[in-house]
């Protein structure tokens, strides 16, 4: 069965400091991996998402994110942060008929 | 640009009533789901929905719920009997194609039991 976990349920930064948010992931399956953001009292929008190819995947507002095999992993990162970045963001796994399975979820809190 | 769209945005209920829960998904799109987030949990996927037939469904859609596509443009989310658990904000998403498709969002509906 697939599953998603998201380590950090909230990650604190300064504006214009680098940040990384972390995902990992367990899949039976093909593995197609997304990052959605939700910003506050508004619905989920694709920031990005890995099919296949190239590891590295460039998204929306400046966010990539590396798709590691061996790692299992999927982590965002964006070099430098805006106040405007302030989200909640999700990584989820496309499961066998192609329904989304969601990790918890990471608080992005931007500091002045 | 084409949007999904949910109505209505907040619905209030009492235990025990039915309510359903309305989506306009993009007009080419094939391939529709339900998901819900209870509030400060993570989004949990309900039902997918294909060629007019659900595709998948998770444990949490019990005989309770159903979906239909009554017209070619709405998809609907029935609730026969609500429960106090079923408050949650309630997405739709419609995608193109089902492997590694880009699924889009609602708005959500955000459903109340008291």
């Known amino acids: 069965a697939q599953s998603v976990t998201q380590l950090d349920s909230q990650v604190p930064v300064f504006e214009e400091a680098p940040v990384e948010l972390r995902c990992n992931y367990s899949?039976?399956?093909?593995?197609?991996l997304f990052w959605y953001v939700q910003y506050p009292n508004q619905g989920l929008q694709l920031l990005l998402k890995?099919?296949?190819?190239s590891t590295l995947v460039k998204g929306i507002n400046g966010f990539e994110a590396e798709f590691n095999k061996s790692q299992t992993s999927f982590h965002l990162r964006k070099p430098s942060v805006h106040i405007s970045d302030t989200a909640e963001y999700f990584c989820?796994?496309?499961?066998?008929?192609?329904?989304?399975?969601w990790g918890a979820g990471t608080k992005l809190i931007i500091k002045p | 640009e084409p949007e999904v769209t949910q109505t209505p945005s907040h619905q209030v209920t009492q235990m025990g009533q039915e309510v359903i829960l309305r989506c306009v998904p993009i007009?080419?799109?094939?391939?529709f789901y339900w998901y819900r987030q209870i509030l400060g949990q993570k989004v949990e996927f309900l039902v997918s929905?294909?060629?007019?037939?659900?595709?998948?469904k998770s444990e949490i859609f019990d005989d309770q719920f159903s979906v239909e596509r009554p017209d070619g443009s709405n998809f609907t989310l029935k609730i026969r009997s609500t429960k106090l658990e079923d408050s949650a904000m309630y997405f739709c998403?419609?995608?193109?194609?089902?492997?590694?498709?880009?699924?889009?969002f609602g708005p959500g509906t955000r459903l109340t039991v008291t």
């Open positions: 989820a796994v496309m499961g066998s008929n192609y329904q989304l399975i």
């Open positions: 899949s039976s399956v093909s593995v197609y």
């Open positions: 890995y099919l296949s190819g």
């Open positions: 007009s080419n799109h094939l391939y």
């Open positions: 929905f294909y060629n007019n037939e659900i595709s998948e």
């Open positions: 998403a419609s995608s193109m194609r089902g492997a590694g498709g880009e699924q889009y």
